[in-house]
């Protein structure tokens, strides 16, 4: 076993500090993505590099209008899940060419640096056009919590009506439930978003 362990070490490094370096790369990459998902947050670990990009776009999804992109606009940069899965990629990818394809050193850096490209960037897409989306939204929606407004159409009794309210200078829409089902809220009445599941606030009286 310990004969196997050292063959398999001495093929792995050999002679080559380029190896040795190809080999450092894919433990720091692999280290680095599993604390990026695992402990530093998911929503925080997967930001991006501050390229301060700001958008303003208006998205209108049903009665959802929302104005501020903020989120969305964070993951037009280079994510730190990329990054990661580049350096992984390129000590993998090295390490590959050179023990199972016999690659010199010239060689086994450009399949390094070529492979670790493709897949830093399969990695930005993924994180742009899907984490992303989750991400921003669950943001925007964390931030109307909190505010005032008031119902535009009435809420029944374990029913569902309209809230109205203005969100960073705009008039924005959402379908409204009560905190309590067994509470019933007339239209014009002044009510507090407590939160927000999917794409219905629930609310509450404002009491005076």
Request: glycine fraction near 12%.
């Amino acid at each position: 076993m310990d004969t196997l362990t050292a063959n398999i070490m001495t093929d792995l490094f050999g002679d080559s500090v380029l190896n040795a370096v190809y080999a450092l790369a894919l433990l720091v990459g692999l280290m680095y993505s599993v604390f990026l998902i695992f402990f530093h947050g998911i929503g925080d670990a997967l930001g991006d590099l501050d390229f301060d990009m700001d958008l303003d776009v208006d998205t209108d999804l049903g009665d959802i209008d929302l104005i501020d992109t903020d989120g969305a606009s964070e993951a037009t940069g280079v994510s730190m899940l990329a990054i990661a899965s580049f350096i992984s990629a390129f000590g993998a990818f090295g390490l590959v060419s050179v023990t199972l394809f016999g690659a010199g050193s010239v060689i086994s850096l450009i399949m390094a640096l070529f492979g670790s490209i493709v897949i830093g960037l399969l990695a930005q897409v993924f994180f742009v056009y899907i984490l992303s989306t989750t991400i921003s939204s669950e943001v925007r929606q964390a931030s109307l919590v909190g505010l005032t407004g008031e119902i535009t159409t009435p809420i029944p009794v374990n029913g569902v009506g309209q809230i109205a309210f203005v969100a960073k200078g705009s008039r924005m829409t959402y379908t409204a439930r009560t905190t309590d089902d067994d509470t019933s809220v007339g239209r014009g009445t002044p009510v507090r978003i407590e939160r927000i599941v999917g794409n219905v606030v629930y609310v509450s009286k404002i009491d005076g």
